[in-house]
């Protein structure tokens, strides 16, 4: 079955840029989307279509692809940015959905 | 705005199944595919499958295949989950996203928590 693989932690000091991976071999194919997730809340949408930013997310975030690798940057990382970050997309189908295993953001 | 308001939370016995509800408001339903999605305490988000609303059309997640369906209600804009043979594994919370306009799993549900416990 298909697989999207990301990094469990990321860890980046206050003020510097964070850059999170998703690889799967679909991805030169389909987009990819990204979404935030802090404890005991549902996921918020960061970036979807691989680079494009849902208004009301902050301007730090953006989004990139290059072959089987899709790149979540925050820019400028705020405290409030410490959360878990996970990648969708679908298998070359489009028929399934498939989210990575989730990176989890440690802001120091 | 954009919205979608699940029901409470579900205490289950195993071998049992629970329906699960999405009502959605502020686009337009009917052009809609409604996404379900779980994720177990402390676990990776898991996608279980999506119905396209205006056909009734359903697609699920292999694991999910023999155990899942998902429905929908024009009437009341509301679509749901109903998951059967229940394990203590499904403990998790069940979430609805939709799909609408040019947006893909925007917005969510605020998730409902099924627990299975004998």
């Known amino acids: 079955s298909y697989e999207l693989t990301q990094p469990p932690s990321v860890s980046v000091s206050l003020g510097q840029m964070a850059r999170i991976t998703c690889s799967g071999e679909?991805?030169?194919?389909?987009?990819a989307y990204w979404f935030q997730q802090k404890p005991g809340q549902f996921p918020v949408q960061v970036i979807y279509k691989d680079s494009e930013r849902p208004s009301g997310i902050p301007e730090r975030f953006s989004g990139s692809s290059s072959g089987t690798i899709v790149t979540l940057t925050i820019s400028g990382v705020q405290a409030e940015d410490e959360a878990d970050y996970y990648c969708?997309?679908?298998?070359?189908?489009?028929?399934?959905?498939?989210f990575g295993g989730g990176t989890r953001l440690t802001v120091l | 705005q954009t919205q979608l308001v699940q029901s409470g939370p579900e205490v289950k016995k195993p071998g049992t199944s629970v329906k699960v509800s999405c009502k959605a408001s502020?686009?337009?339903?009917?052009?809609?595919?409604i996404q379900w999605v779980r994720q177990a305490r402390g676990q990776r988000l898991e996608w279980i499958g999506w119905i396209v609303v205006g056909s009734g059309d359903t697609t699920y997640a292999q694991r999910f295949q023999e155990r899942v369906t998902i429905t929908r209600d024009m009437s009341t804009s509301t679509a749901y989950m109903d998951l059967s043979s229940l394990r203590s594994e499904d403990t998790a919370v069940y979430y609805c996203a939709a799909d609408h306009d040019d947006r893909k799993f925007d917005p969510w549900g605020q998730g409902t928590l099924v627990t299975v416990s004998s």
């Open positions: 502020g686009f337009t339903f009917i052009s809609s595919t």
């Open positions: 969708l997309s679908a298998d070359g189908s489009g028929s399934y959905w498939v």
């Open positions: 679909a991805l030169p194919k389909k987009y």
